[in-house]
């Protein structure tokens, strides 16, 4: 009999030593230890994350501009980035730690730079020797001239567009006009307007080769040739076409430039839900709306000051669970970003009472 109460007092004891064992609520530690924020890439890099936690970590997510990439449920928690699959340009990194009892962390946010400038685009294929400097027309279309007597229409992701055929090679490097005429010397002695579509326009005879390349202004294009003689021709164009690159020199009529826009302007952002003041229980979806004069590159949902979201597309959303925070007063940050990394924040105050 004894015995049986000195058992039930063991089990009563383990009952409540394990049964009230305090609730694990401490999230992990998680970073990004290399690459470093700021950092420009090239080629294949590994990302190593550090997640730490007493009782053991869950598992490990990599994001990459908010996207998931992978997950690692052990140690190390590396990924093998080939950057060569992506566009060049600002990329953020984040890692997100899940301990075992599902408190979760979020790392500090770094941004990596892609710049893999020995990467080949594409390659198009001629049937002879280029020596002729390209032109770029406003819809992006690449123009050059051949050795094999074609001027070449090149579609911006390097397909043929169309190509015109002269009498002889052409070393001379074509100009584009405002409204799309493509003009370009040829040896054959002809200075040749050619229509966008591939259609000629017309054509000028010379005394002799033209290697020089021809410019524009106030509806005359001029041009050089081997007889010596400087050509003044008119045409239907006022200058150069407003593009990048619509002849192969800089001077002082040359629209070749591209300016570099600044923009100061910074973005919109509101939370529509929930409202200042609002008390909340379970689970909520923060919901906001960001607008720029150019484009709104990210939004950043925070919970008193910590990073819990990014979202880079509307609706700009983030869900809540409130039944892990505690009871009380809580704030809510949204943050917007644009392509320049201009920003602007809202903050509410809610109340948790779950």
């Not at 990459?64 to 600002?90: F, H, M, N, R, V």
């Not at 020089?212 to 400087?230: A, E, F, H």
């Not at 150069?240 to 591209?258: E, I």
């Not at 909340?280 to 979806?285: E, K, N, V, Y």
Request: charged share 20%.
């Amino acid at each position: 009999m004894r015995r049986s109460v000195f058992n039930f007092l063991i089990l009563i004891l383990l009952f409540l030593f394990y049964g009230c064992a305090p609730k694990d609520t401490q999230p992990p530690t998680v970073s990004i230890l290399s690459p470093a924020d700021g950092e420009t890439v090239s080629k294949t890099i590994t990302i190593t994350v550090e997640a730490i936690d007493d009782k053991g970590i869950s598992k490990v997510e990599l994001y990459i501009d908010s996207k998931k990439i992978i997950e690692k449920t052990k140690a190390p928690y590396t990924y093998t980035w080939d950057t060569t699959q992506y566009d060049e340009g600002l990329y953020l990194i984040s890692a997100k730690a899940i301990d075992l009892a599902g408190n979760s962390s979020i790392s500090k946010i770094i941004r990596i730079f892609v710049s893999n400038m020995d990467k080949l685009k594409w390659a198009y294929q001629t049937e002879w020797s280029i020596t002729s400097s390209p032109a770029i027309g406003s819809d992006g279309t690449i123009y050059v001239g051949d050795w094999d007597r074609y001027l070449y229409a090149i579609n911006p992701d390097g397909t043929l567009k169309w190509k015109y055929e002269t009498e002889d090679r052409i070393h001379s490097s074509p100009a584009i006009g405002q409204d799309g005429t493509i003009y370009v010397g040829s040896w054959d002695n002809y200075l040749y307007a050619i229509n966008p579509d591939g259609t000629l326009k017309w054509k000028y005879k010379t005394g002799d080769f033209i290697n020089s390349s021809p410019t524009l202004g106030n509806k005359t294009v001029y041009v050089g040739s081997d007889d010596g003689y400087l050509y003044a021709i008119n045409s239907t164009s006022y200058g150069l076409a407003k593009s990048v690159w619509p002849k192969f020199r800089c001077n002082y009529q040359n629209t070749g430039y591209l300016a570099q826009i600044v923009d100061i302007i910074l973005p919109t952002v509101s939370i529509t839900y929930p409202t200042d003041g609002a008390t909340l229980t379970g689970t909520i979806t923060i919901e906001a709306t960001a607008t720029d004069n150019l484009h709104v590159s990210r939004v950043e949902f925070y919970i008193d000051d910590e990073l819990k979201y990014i979202d880079n597309l509307p609706p700009y959303a983030y869900t809540w669970n409130t039944n892990l925070c505690s009871n009380g007063e809580h704030t809510i940050m949204v943050k917007a970003y644009d392509e320049a990394e201009n920003k602007r924040s809202i903050s509410i105050l809610v109340n948790v009472n779950n």
